[in-house]
């Protein structure tokens, strides 16, 4: 895409999608740009810099593909599945792979996240704790 057919999308895509907080874009060649125009008018725009080429980020998520970690939806509600898979069937030979970078980014981003500690409580617990009154 050209430049403003790309600001365009972003700014639709981000429109349609409100709860989706960060935005990555490649702070490279037209992503520079693209994080300068939108930063102030778009929220979460977060530049990166990929590390390692396509396939080698390919590779490093490809354990959870193979494990069936990665759920799509089904095609007869997200049309768009058909062509992801082809072209992840077609990776790295393919005519076209820039939504297989975009799935290995942000698997591998998700991935870097530090796991969160989840404490659940009973209801007898919870009662305990928010009847304890301050000194």
Known sequence: MD?????KAIREMS???PSTLAKLIEDKANGSGL?????NHVPGIIPVN???GKLSRARAIS?????GNVY???PDYAPWVKDFIEECAAFPNGAHDDQVDAMTQALLRWHMAPPQRVVYLDDHEYQRLTQISPI
Do not use: C, D, K, R
Not at 3 to 7: E, G, K, L, V
């Open 63 to 67: 354990p959870l593909v193979e494990a």
């Open 35 to 39: 994080i300068q125009m939108l930063q």
């Open 50 to 52: 990929p590390q390692g």
């Open 72 to 74: 799509l939806p089904h």
């Open 15 to 17: 429109q349609n999608w």
């Open 3 to 7: 430049f403003p057919t790309t600001m």
